[in-house]
């Protein structure tokens, strides 16, 4: 729950994604005033107290005009793109020059120069950027998506990949968005400060895909492919060389065990504790329900 209104709007991106959307929906129903960064106007949720402006991270001028009158913003990471980083910084000047004062930045666990998992690479020199720019910054690392544990499943119901028996302390989207809201909620506490946002427990992939199976009934395993197997078994996908290698170093990240962090965050922050992927089945598969 908000506990004050700041004096000028919140900037909030990602609002027609996930993890956006349920924040810009969060602060509608608190009654703040914020300003809708999109891509596109016509993809844009219409809510209450949200002003939207069309401002794609690449378009600097756009963004200086959105963000001008804006300290405080959350700036969801871009869709993965080979050029992402770049995007990010263009944004980042933008959001400088425009006078943003503090930074809430939707990073990735274990963020670093030289992480097993690829994109993780671009969410530290984003990092990096903030901090040169002079803002004040919090940093949401969250660990995989507990949403998309299942999808990972080709349609034949595997789970392929290099990850042997590493661990995942996979985290909910919605806690991701609960952790963001009450971060906005209260800037101050949470200035210049890092979050590894994970779930409750650490689960292998044959544990994911047994778990999947007791919930929803699905019929899904688990089979450990060499990474020369990871390639040619995606080799079809039509998908460029740099998409291909990132999602093959999803497993390798979690056979490292770079991923398989269990860390309080979400709650400290939150004051709740984070959903299991058997209780985010729960919550959002029909057949769970009854």
Do not use: C, K
């Given at each position: 729950?908000?506990?004050?209104?700041?004096?000028?709007?919140?900037?909030?991106?990602?609002?027609?994604?996930?993890?956006?959307?349920?924040?810009?929906?969060?602060?509608?129903?608190?009654?703040?005033?914020?300003?809708?960064?999109?891509?596109?106007?016509?993809?844009?949720?219409?809510?209450?107290?949200?002003?939207?402006?069309?401002?794609?991270?690449?378009?600097?001028?756009?963004?200086?005009?959105?963000?001008?009158?804006?300290?405080?913003?959350?700036?969801?990471?871009?869709?993965?793109?080979?050029?992402?980083?770049?995007?990010?910084?263009?944004?980042?000047?933008?959001?400088?020059?425009?006078?943003?004062?503090?930074?809430?930045?939707?990073?990735?666990?274990?963020?670093?120069?030289?992480?097993?998992?690829?994109?993780?690479?671009?969410?530290?020199?984003?990092?990096?950027?903030?901090?040169?720019?002079?803002?004040?910054?919090?940093?949401l690392r969250n660990s995989l998506y507990l949403d998309v544990l299942p999808e990972l499943a080709g349609p034949d119901g595997v789970i392929r990949g290099p990850a042997r028996d590493g661990v995942v302390g996979a985290v909910a989207?919605?806690?991701?968005?609960?952790?963001?809201?009450?971060?906005?909620?209260?800037?101050?506490?949470?200035?210049?400060?890092?979050?590894?946002?994970?779930?409750?427990?650490?689960?292998?992939?044959?544990?994911?895909?047994?778990?999947?199976?007791?919930?929803?009934?699905?019929?899904?395993?688990?089979?450990?492919?060499?990474?020369?197997?990871?390639?040619?078994?995606?080799?079809?996908?039509?998908?460029?060389?740099?998409?291909?290698?990132?999602?093959?170093?999803?497993?390798?990240?979690?056979?490292?065990?770079?991923?398989?962090?269990?860390?309080?965050?979400?709650?400290?922050?939150?004051?709740?504790?984070?959903?299991?992927?058997?209780?985010?089945?729960?919550?959002?598969?029909?057949?769970?329900?009854?």
């Open positions: 729950m908000m506990t004050s209104r700041p004096a000028a709007p919140i900037a909030v991106t990602g609002a027609t994604g996930h993890v956006g959307g349920l924040v810009a929906r969060d602060l509608a129903a608190t009654g703040v005033e914020q300003r809708l960064l999109v891509r596109s106007n016509d993809r844009a949720p219409d809510l209450p107290g949200a002003t939207v402006f069309e401002a794609p991270y690449d378009d600097r001028t756009a963004a200086v005009i959105a963000l001008t009158g804006v300290r405080l913003l959350l700036m969801v990471s871009a869709a993965e793109s080979e050029d992402r980083a770049r995007q990010h910084r263009a944004f980042l000047d933008a959001a400088a020059e425009a006078g943003v004062e503090h930074v809430v930045y939707t990073s990735f666990l274990g963020a670093a120069p030289d992480a097993t998992f690829l994109l993780a690479r671009d969410h530290w020199a984003t990092e990096q950027h903030i901090r040169d720019t002079g803002v004040h910054h919090t940093f989207r919605v806690d991701v968005a609960r952790v963001a809201t009450a971060v906005l909620a209260e800037p101050d506490r949470h200035r210049d400060v890092t979050y590894d946002l994970t779930g409750p427990e650490a689960l292998t992939l044959a544990e994911v895909a047994r778990t999947v199976n007791e919930v929803t009934g699905s019929a899904l395993t688990y089979h450990h492919e060499t990474l020369e197997e990871a390639f040619d078994s995606r080799a079809d996908y039509g998908a460029p060389d740099w998409q291909v290698a990132a999602w093959v170093s999803t497993y390798t990240a979690i056979a490292t065990g770079e991923l398989a962090a269990v860390t309080g965050h979400v709650e400290a922050v939150t004051g709740r504790r984070p959903m299991s992927l058997r209780e985010h089945l729960q919550a959002t598969h029909p057949a769970a329900r009854g």
